[in-house]
């Protein structure tokens, strides 16, 4: 059972590049999400999906864009990559949302924007 | 808006002590919180969760209590090892929620 896999582990983009994380999940969950962690500071969420068609944004969007592709498949698009996203990024995913039930995380992608 | 706090200092204890880490709150009333553990360079894993109607809940070494009067949570390891090093996040959900909120964690060395 592989849980929630999330691809690139490490990247390094140049300032402005694009790129795509992916992430999916195998335990038939509806709601996925997408954290960043900066160093010292909590997890912050970036966009989540509560389920399969639903996109909504979370406390940091600006400057990403998701996919919810189908119900194992959340991505994450950087368009135009800058140095404020450095971060190490972890999708999760939960059978739903309010917290009633355990998310289940990615072992993230560390991303260097220089 | 709402806060959640823990310690930000890491936290030592001797191997076989009790380590009690804290998680309290503001401007939110959870009808749940969870308890996760984070080893460096890994995702978060989940430890336990506990209701707002649930004062306190026990998994092996762990113990979670949840004071919705004190807008508290203290996360207990008992007879720590080495091995339970790592941060501890605490996050909040609830009805009409979308998603946990996490605080930033609380690093816990157990020297042996």
């Known amino acids: 059972n592989a849980g929630v896999t999330q691809t690139p582990k490490f990247q390094v983009l140049k300032t402005g590049q694009s790129m795509t994380l992916q992430c999916a999940q195998d335990?038939?969950?509806?709601?996925m999400y997408w954290y960043r962690q900066d160093p010292g500071m909590r997890l912050r969420l970036i966009y989540y999906?509560?389920?399969?068609?639903?996109?909504d944004k979370g406390e940091v969007p600006n400057g990403y864009n998701v996919s919810r592709l189908n119900k194992r498949e959340f991505s994450l698009r950087l368009e135009s990559a800058a140095p404020s996203q450095t971060s190490v990024y972890f999708c999760?995913?939960?059978?739903?949302?309010?917290?009633?039930?355990?998310?289940?995380f990615g072992q993230g992608t560390r991303l260097t924007v220089v | 808006s709402q806060k959640i706090e823990q310690n930000s200092e890491a936290l030592n204890i001797q191997e076989g002590k009790t380590a009690t880490l804290t998680c309290n709150y503001t401007?939110?009333?959870?009808?749940?919180l969870q308890w996760y553990r984070q080893d460096p360079g890994r995702g978060p894993v989940f430890l336990l969760l506990?209701?707002?109607?649930?004062k306190e809940k026990r998994k092996e070494r762990l113990k979670v209590t949840f004071d919705t009067t004190l807008k508290q949570s203290l996360f207990h390891i008992t007879a720590s090892q080495p091995a339970d090093s790592a941060t501890y996040l605490c996050?909040?959900?609830?009805?009409?929620?979308?998603?946990?909120?996490f605080g930033s964690g609380t690093r816990l060395q157990v020297q042996p």
């Open positions: 999760a995913s939960s059978e739903e949302g309010t917290g009633e039930t355990e998310a289940f």
């Open positions: 335990m038939n969950h509806n709601s």
């Open positions: 999906s509560a389920s399969e068609g639903t996109t």
């Open positions: 401007n939110y009333s959870p009808a749940y």
């Open positions: 506990i209701r707002e109607n649930e």
């Open positions: 996050a909040l959900g609830g009805t009409g929620r979308r998603a946990l909120t």
